[in-house]
């Protein structure tokens, strides 16, 4: 999959699917799917978003919207700044972008989809822009579940109030982290259960502080997990971290992104009064995430390895 920054000079015809893509929830994924089943005519698939800093908190890391684009067949994925774009009009995006841009031949949005300066057009006006110019586009309906449509709002909620497995039922698949192992105090390891360390980047939507089953991702298998998101008050932290316990494994991963799944939430964070029951509860969250983690099998959709 090429990605770039940039609006491109694209010379073969695409599928695009336009939209803010920030989850990849099962909306976003209906309109990827039909720009897919587009592109299967000899089209390219293109999925267009942008980037705006500071318009939401973000759902899902890009590497993992990276690796879920490639494994579902898109060939070109555009991100241009918000700024580059939005002072175009209606008419002037479908020409300079869709046309110009991306030749676009099959354009696919979702019913809410909003463009133009101002956000003035939207999928009813893209459709008769489009078609004016010979394209053919069209809308996704809202997709619902427990109805309701989905949308990255009702999941960024779930998400802060620690229901994960509400929000991957939305998502499609469990919630994911996808951040740089670092080095902590390392007092889990002192403990015997040391941890995956992983601050919050800026901008990343945070869940409910507390103890939750999970899976991580590592060698290319999912590994029974318990991580604990919050500041730690047994023994306090500045910050905001999560804190990943895989009670069978052992490596060395500081550098190094790993996925993390967090499946159900398990309890609040807590304040022990010593180390030693804090080491006690940590390996009874550890048995407990496993019979949880085994009972939800999800159908995880992430990144393959290369080569695979």
């Not at 500071?54 to 899902?60: A, D, I, S, V």
């Not at 890009?62 to 060939?75: A, D, P, R, T």
Request: aromatic share 8%.
């Amino acid at each position: 999959m090429v990605i770039t920054g940039e609006l491109p000079n694209q010379t073969e015809n695409t599928a695009v699917a336009l939209g803010c893509f920030d989850g990849l929830h099962l909306g976003h994924m209906a309109v990827i799917d039909r720009a897919l089943a587009a592109a299967s005519d000899g089209l390219l698939a293109c999925v267009f978003t942008f980037t705006k800093p500071g318009l939401e908190e973000e759902l899902m890391p890009f590497s993992i919207m990276e690796g879920l684009l490639v494994q579902k067949g898109v060939g070109l994925l555009v991100r241009p700044k918000f700024e580059s774009i939005r002072h175009m009009t209606p008419p002037e995006f479908v020409d300079r972008v869709l046309i110009e841009s991306l030749h676009a031949k099959r354009v696919v949005c979702g019913y809410n989809y909003r463009f133009g300066r101002n956000a003035g057009g939207n999928a009813s006006t893209l459709v008769r822009l489009c078609e004016e110019r010979g394209i053919a586009a069209s809308i996704i309906p809202p997709i619902e579940v427990d109805g309701a449509p989905v949308s990255s709002t009702r999941i960024r909620a779930l998400v802060r109030e620690g229901k994960m497995e509400e929000a991957a039922r939305l998502l499609g698949r469990p919630f994911v982290i996808d951040f740089e192992v670092v080095r902590g105090q390392q007092l889990g390891r002192l403990m015997g259960t040391p941890t995956l360390n992983q601050s919050v980047p800026k901008g990343f939507v945070q869940p409910k502080f507390g103890v939750y089953a999970s899976l991580a991702r590592i060698e290319g298998g999912y590994w029974p997990a318990v991580t604990n998101f919050g500041v730690r008050p047994t023994v306090g932290a500045p910050a905001p971290l999560y804190e990943t316990w895989i009670p069978h494994y052992e490596g060395d991963l500081y550098g190094e992104k790993v996925p993390v799944c967090l499946l159900s939430f398990m309890r609040p964070e807590q304040k022990f009064d010593s180390i030693d029951l804090l080491r006690t509860r940590i390996h009874l969250d550890g048995v407990e995430a496993g019979k949880i983690a085994r009972r939800l099998k999800p159908a995880l959709v992430l990144e393959e390895e290369k080569g695979q």
